[in-house]
């Protein structure tokens, strides 16, 4: 018999439009839960903390390497050198000073997205909106960060709806982006919508849905 976590992720998969990825946000999750999920055709896997991934990646050991791991978490600069090796993508790119500490202790291109604050919530972390064409004019000096999307996550609310005009919000400032020409930008995904608001974000343009609750259950 299918594992509960199993069956979510597949309803979910089935649901979405093949376009769409998802990530499972997998914060507090054990390596068996994890495992599951991978075993259930899950391809990306977010983490918020490096310290968590780390020890979640070594429990997993070959069946870490089937999937790719996503940062989403908010990323200290005194922690890039322990996330380089374990990320394969870090979302959330929100400052100019982490932008510049990535680039300057990768030894290979990193695809990374520019987080940002949608809302201008002081409890966010984000570009606010108004200065993402300066964030993009001062990361394009950054050679080795290949930029590759907009990660952005709206205010929580228990009806859906009222979350769409923040991600209609963030659809349009990635429209707006998309037309800038950087060198070392080429933003394809568009990273929004979680167990809540998904369904809306894909209607709203998301191509890239981050999903916890709704795969493992409730947090712990
Ligand atoms: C936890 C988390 C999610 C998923 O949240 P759920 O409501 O559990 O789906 C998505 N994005 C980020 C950045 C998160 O920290």
């Given at each position: 018999m299918a594992s509960e976590i199993a069956e979510k992720y597949a309803a979910i998969r089935e649901e979405l439009p093949e376009n769409v990825d998802i990530i499972a946000a997998a914060k507090t999750r054990s390596a068996d839960e994890i495992a599951e999920s991978i075993g259930a055709g899950v391809k990306m896997v977010g983490e918020n903390y490096v310290q968590e991934a780390e020890r979640v990646i070594s429990e997993l050991g070959a069946r870490a390497e089937q999937v790719e791991w996503h940062m989403i978490g908010h990323l200290q600069r005194n922690k890039i050198n322990k996330a380089l090796p374990v990320f394969d993508v870090i979302q959330s790119v929100d400052s100019p000073r982490l932008a510049r500490g990535i680039n300057k202790r990768v030894d290979e291109p990193i695809r990374v997205f520019v987080e940002v604050n949608i809302a201008g919530e002081e409890s966010?972390?984000?570009?606010?909106?108004?200065?993402?064409?300066?964030?993009?004019?001062?990361?394009?000096?950054?050679e080795m960060l290949r930029v590759g999307g907009l990660m952005g996550m709206e205010p929580y609310f228990d009806d859906p709806e009222k979350a769409r005009p923040y991600l209609q919000r963030l659809k349009g400032l990635f429209d707006e982006m998309q037309t800038g020409d950087w060198r070392?930008?080429?933003?394809?995904t568009l990273s929004m919508g979680m167990s809540n608001s998904y369904r809306v974000a894909v209607e709203e343009g998301s191509n890239m849905v981050r999903i916890g609750t709704a795969i493992y259950g409730p947090r712990p």
């Open positions: 966010k972390y984000g570009v606010p909106p108004e200065e993402l064409s300066s964030f993009f004019e001062e990361i394009s000096e950054c070392n930008v080429e933003l394809k």
